[in-house]
């Protein structure tokens, strides 16, 4: 569940952020241990009792260079002339269980806006990505950015149609 959270650690002399791999709770003894994903800076610089935030990432985006001889991926940054929206769509439950095609929320960008709807049962999303949002011309070797992953926390309260 914290994968791809991100743990910010701040020592005397230096603030570093590390990407969560894997994590568990250890509820008898109240203890959270968290496998830091390979690549970062090394620990050493820190201590027990520095200050650390654990932020939550709901997505990641990742830009591929096709530039180069070798494409490299680079995280966390989004081309200037480029856009990414993520639109949700909700939807009613017919008798037998499947998607109500006639209940029907129209797309958008803010899923609390699904929250109101107790005619919903299922969502679907769709991921929009403009690499030339400013108008410019397309470049085969522009900078292509990606939706790495995408996390929606979120709980159903929908009841089922009578009769199921």
Known sequence: MLEGFDLVLTGLSDT??????DGSFASGVLTLELVIAPGGELLSSFFPGDAFDLIPRFFKVTNLDPSLDIPIETADQLPMNSSIQIIFQGTGITADGDPDPSV????????????????????????????????SDFDSNSLQPYLNFLRIPFRFQAALPSGL
Do not use: H
């Open 16 to 21: 570093q952020v590390y990407e969560i791999a």
């Open 104 to 135: 029907l929320v129209d797309w958008t960008g803010d899923i609390t806006e699904l929250n109101d709807q107790d005619n919903l049962a299922f969502f679907r999303f769709g991921v929009l990505i403009d690499i030339a949002a400013d108008g």
